[in-house]
């Protein structure tokens, strides 16, 4: 593991990766074919809490670093996607309260997640993907609640969490400054799941619509300020994106172990073909680009525990990360040759979880921009 981490992390990577070996990376082979989420697995990580290792050591969390949790983020990316990301999207869940929340919803949803919770973040609607200031979902202030109505899509975690935060607009002629963001637990009245998503990939995880219909929650449940959602959305997309860089790595690093086993097993021509040097120097590249964004992550999020800005690096970190786990997978297949294509062997799932990488989360399109207008200025 090429993160420099602390020695408490490094202890926890080997449990990680002994959990992740046994229980994780076998028997999400037959979910992935049936899409079933599989919660057995999930209960095993809760009581090893692999699901709270971002809460904060105030609220009872292991108190690790952010590079520390990015080691076991990927080792568990490695076994599989799904996993991987389901654990990760509970941080992004959470991430709206700890950044703007006050002490009693942090205090909430922190203990939530330590009890065996979920977390969901709420952003995406039908019409309204990149362009968030599309949207149509609303919040009524009465008194002293809110009345929310609106459907979300594509809810990582949608149809298991424990709470959500979501997004809605309290004034829609101000576009994007007349949106706000509200903490909604689970099973609060007028709140529901709906069409949950037969995805390509990453398919051990839940992606559904999240739907409010006179959904009243007490005014109390406001993050932060009216009109400042969108700021505490971009804020908490700005801390995710390296996450889900974190998670595309672990994808490429699965292609390059089995393209090397497979290499070394695979006899063509009186010789392993790994042995061949133009196979070599696939597994060179393969390296060089997923230790390159690798390293990004791990800067993007050493960035984030010294408090420094780190829009440019955590989009340059997804962005990167996720096109060359599409290319590494791509590679894996072609070195298995025609058994690359079927799903009797692994590569090909990992070219269908990586693809997901380069959309969620921000499209690449839209890291670009990020990219761009933090490199050029105004």
Same mark, same amino acid.
């Given at each position: 593991?090429?993160?420099?981490?602390?020695?408490?992390?490094?202890?926890?990577?080997?449990?990680?990766?002994?959990?992740?070996?046994?229980?994780?990376?076998?028997?999400?082979?037959? *979910?992935?074919?049936?899409?079933?989420?599989?919660?057995?697995?999930?209960?095993?990580?809760?009581?090893?809490?692999?699901?709270?290792?971002?809460?904060?050591?105030?609220?009872?969390?292991?108190?690790?670093?952010?590079?520390?949790?990015?080691?076991?983020?990927?080792?568990?990316?490695?076994?599989?996607?799904?996993?991987?990301?389901?654990?990760?999207?509970?941080?992004?869940?959470?991430?709206?309260?700890?950044?703007?929340?006050?002490?009693?919803?942090?205090?909430?949803?922190?203990?939530?997640?330590?009890?065996?919770?979920?977390?969901?973040?709420?952003?995406?609607?039908?019409?309204?993907?990149?362009?968030?200031?599309?949207?149509?979902?609303?919040?009524?202030?009465?008194?002293?609640?809110?009345?929310?109505?609106?459907?979300?899509?594509?809810?990582?975690?949608?149809?298991?969490?424990?709470?959500?935060?979501?997004?809605?607009?309290?004034?829609?002629?101000?576009?994007?400054?007349?949106?706000?963001?509200?903490?909604?637990?689970?099973?609060?009245?007028?709140?529901?799941?709906?069409?949950?998503?037969?995805?390509?990939?990453?398919?051990?995880?839940?992606?559904?619509?999240?739907?409010?219909?006179?959904?009243?929650?007490?005014?109390?449940?406001?993050?932060?300020?009216?009109?400042?959602?969108?700021?505490?959305?971009?804020?908490?997309?700005?801390?995710?994106?390296?996450?889900?860089?974190?998670?595309?790595?672990?994808?490429?690093?699965?292609?390059?172990?089995?393209?090397?086993?497979?290499?070394?097993?695979?006899?063509? *021509?009186?010789?392993?073909?790994?042995?061949?040097?133009?196979?070599?120097?696939?597994?060179?590249?393969?390296?060089?680009?997923?230790?390159?964004?690798?390293?990004?992550?791990?800067?993007?999020?050493?960035?984030?525990?010294?408090?420094?800005?780190?829009?440019?690096?955590?989009?340059?970190?997804?962005?990167?990360?996720?096109?060359?786990?599409?290319?590494?997978?791509?590679?894996?297949?072609?070195?298995?040759?025609?058994?690359?294509?079927?799903?009797?062997?692994?590569?090909?799932?990992?070219?269908?979880?990586?693809?997901?990488?380069?959309?969620?989360?921000?499209?690449?399109?839209?890291?670009?921009?990020?990219?761009?207008?933090?490199?050029?200025?105004?």
């Amino acid at each position: 593991m090429a993160y420099l981490i602390s020695e408490e992390a490094n202890d926890l990577l080997q449990d990680v990766r002994e959990f992740c070996e046994n229980e994780v990376k076998e028997q999400c082979k037959e *979910f992935d074919k049936s899409g079933e989420w599989p919660k057995e697995i999930y209960d095993k990580a809760i009581e090893m809490q692999l699901h709270s290792l971002e809460v904060p050591e105030e609220y009872g969390g292991p108190g690790l670093s952010r590079v520390d949790v990015a080691a076991l983020i990927e080792e568990m990316a490695i076994a599989d996607a799904g996993f991987a990301t389901t654990i990760s999207a509970s941080g992004l869940g959470t991430k709206p309260v700890l950044i703007a929340g006050n002490e009693e919803q942090k205090q909430h949803v922190c203990s939530q997640i330590i009890e065996g919770g979920f977390g969901a973040f709420c952003l995406t609607e039908p019409g309204a993907g990149s362009d968030a200031g599309a949207g149509t979902t609303t919040a009524v202030k009465d008194g002293d609640e809110y009345i929310l109505n609106g459907r979300k899509c594509f809810i990582t975690n949608g149809g298991i969490a424990s709470f959500y935060c979501i997004t809605a607009m309290t004034d829609k002629s101000k576009g994007v400054k007349g949106i706000s963001m509200f903490l909604v637990d689970a099973g609060t009245p007028g709140l529901s799941t709906g069409n949950e998503e037969d995805k390509m990939g990453i398919r051990t995880s839940n992606t559904c619509d999240v739907v409010l219909e006179d959904c009243r929650i007490p005014a109390a449940n406001l993050i932060g300020q009216e009109g400042k959602g969108f700021g505490i959305a971009m804020k908490t997309l700005d801390q995710a994106r390296a996450w889900m860089g974190c998670v595309a790595a672990g994808i490429a690093q699965r292609g390059i172990n089995e393209a090397i086993a497979y290499g070394k097993e695979r006899i063509q *021509f009186g010789k392993p073909i790994i042995r061949n040097q133009a196979l070599q120097f696939k597994i060179a590249d393969m390296a060089i680009k997923t230790e390159t964004a690798r390293q990004m992550v791990a800067h993007a999020l050493t960035k984030m525990d010294l408090s420094l800005p780190h829009s440019k690096e955590a989009a340059i970190a997804k962005c990167y990360a996720s096109d060359i786990a599409m290319e590494v997978a791509s590679e894996a297949i072609q070195m298995f040759g025609g058994y690359g294509y079927s799903r009797e062997y692994p590569v090909e799932k990992l070219l269908r979880d990586a693809k997901i990488f380069q959309i969620f989360e921000g499209s690449n399109e839209i890291q670009r921009i990020v990219i761009a207008n933090n490199t050029i200025g105004r």
